[in-house]
């Protein structure tokens, strides 16, 4: 069976997007709905997100989402004239990064988690209303960065958003039947692990 929501981590330039990419035309081919929530703040993001787009197949689905990603694809859904088999959000880091700087130049640590988590909250949300009944149901892939394994920032605004990523990761993480760690464009199969499948 496919898995209702994978969540796919790993650091920069892990190839955790294009792993993403392809799990996704394998699950859904051309019916897929691409949620991207970063944002052309400057030209170098610009080319970015072009560059981005270009490496997608013309026939996916796109939906610009920076913050309120589950009402927004609840939404979108509602309109959509054609079915969908997947719904690609890529990526967290760019959405909690979004969601603390409309809060000001430095938010409260607790309530900028909070703001975060209430995100994450109302993208699960999204998945589980839908993805029921389970003969329509979605499969849902999103991408992260794990920023826990570097240098602590000598910022404090790095320093919030690092944590607060972080546990928005660990909320998505325990939501998700599938969890895949990209390192130098390898998966790395976290959850479920072999002992879980020797249990079932």
């Known amino acids: 069976m496919i ?8 650091g920069a330039r892990s190839g955790k997007s294009a792993y993403a990419q392809r799990l996704a035309w394998e699950r859904g081919g051309d019916r897929v709905l691409y949620v991207a929530t970063a944002q052309a703040s400057d030209e170098e993001m610009a080319a970015r997100i072009a560059a981005h787009r270009a490496e997608r197949p013309s026939t996916w689905h796109t939906l610009e989402a920076s913050r309120a ?19 690609v959000v890529d990526c967290l880091t760019l959405l909690v990064s979004n969601v603390l700087i409309a809060m ?12 975060a988590l209430a995100e994450a909250d109302q993208l699960l949300a999204a998945v589980d209303e839908l993805t029921s009944p389970l003969e329509a149901r979605l499969s849902w892939i999103v991408v992260s960065n794990e920023v826990g394994m570097g ?50």
């Not at 990603?69 to 719904?87: E, H, I, K, M, Y």
């Not at 130049?105 to 703001?115: I, N």
């Not at 605004?157 to 390898?186: F, H, K, S, T």
């Open 69 to 87: 990603v589950g009402p927004s694809v609840r939404q979108w859904l509602a309109t959509a004239t054609t079915p969908l088999a997947v719904v």
């Open 151 to 200: 240098l602590v920032p000598p910022y404090p605004l790095g320093r919030v958003y690092r944590d607060a990523l972080g546990r928005v990761n660990q909320r998505i993480a325990a939501a998700a039947d599938e969890v895949l760690l990209l390192v130098a464009g390898l998966p790395w199969r976290l959850k479920p692990t072999p002992w879980d499948d020797r249990r079932c």
């Open 3 to 10: 898995p209702r929501l994978t969540l796919i981590l790993g």
């Open 104 to 115: 000001g130049e430095l938010p409260d640590p607790v309530q900028g988690e909070m703001a």
